[in-house]
């Protein structure tokens, strides 16, 4: 049976200048065996997701993404990550709804209005869907970018802190995500909880200088 999606890392280095955060980093992530990456506030998670992204060169190494047993060309590596991260900036003026639409179009979405909704739904801001961002509370900030990381449906989900700021309801939402068996997660994380949601880890931090 072919693997859906597959992300290899090998022999990742980073620094920063003088500081040093991995070195030598390989890891194989497959669908249904979600990562979690630790490490101390400063340590290279966040840096990591972005590499496994592509947003951020590495110092070394190579990171690969295969999609039914072919290697993701380097344009096509946005639709194939949803990426969630707390920097992550949304339209403040614009309603999550419209926030949603706009990245549809972006990416060019077919049956981006039944998306949009399912995906609303899914995050619990049904309700709120047609209010503007700009007054939202942290919690449901942090909602609609886990709302628009799932909205293209991607193979592959990396995670920043996804439940720091989400009440009981907002982590169980986490926990189905990260649970997702038919998707390759990767969670960066400081909560035990959440990274006790992995089967598997990377810890950070062996390489750091302060
Ligand atoms: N663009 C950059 N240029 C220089 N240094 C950087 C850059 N991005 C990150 N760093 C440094 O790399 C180190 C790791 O940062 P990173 O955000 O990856 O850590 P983290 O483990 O996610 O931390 P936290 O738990 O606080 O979110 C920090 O010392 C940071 O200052």
Do not use: W
């Not at 990591?48 to 951020?56: I, N, P, Q």
């Not at 047993?69 to 992550?88: H, K, M, N, Q």
């Not at 926030?99 to 399912?118: M, P, Q, T, V």
């Not at 986490?174 to 959440?194: I, L």
Request: hydrophobic letters at 45%; glycine letters at 10%; proline letters at 8%.
């Amino acid at each position: 049976m072919p693997v859906p999606a597959l992300l290899v890392a090998d022999r990742l280095s980073m620094r920063f200048g003088r500081r040093r955060l991995f070195d030598d980093l390989s890891v194989e992530v497959a669908p249904g065996a979600p990562l979690a990456v630790v490490g101390a506030n400063g340590s290279g998670k966040s840096t990591l997701l972005r590499v496994f992204a592509g947003l951020t060169a590495p110092t070394g190494g190579a990171v690969r993404l295969d999609v039914d047993g072919a290697v993701v060309r380097p344009e096509d590596v946005p639709r194939t990550v949803g990426f969630v991260a707390p920097a992550l900036q949304l339209y403040e003026p614009l309603t999550a709804r419209e926030n949603l639409g706009f990245l549809a179009s972006a990416r060019r979405l077919a049956d981006a209005e039944r998306r949009i909704e399912a995906v609303l739904d899914r995050v619990g801001l049904g309700p709120r869907a047609d209010d503007a961002v700009g007054a939202f509370s942290t919690g449901m900030r942090q909602r609609l970018r886990l709302a628009t990381a799932l909205l293209h449906d991607p193979p592959v989900l990396l995670l920043d802190e996804p439940g720091a700021t989400l009440d009981a309801a907002g982590r169980a939402l986490t926990e189905s995500v990260v649970g997702d068996p038919g998707r390759v997660v990767v969670v960066a994380t400081n909560d035990p909880a959440e990274a006790a949601l992995c089967p598997r880890r990377v810890a950070l931090g062996g390489a750091a200088r302060p």
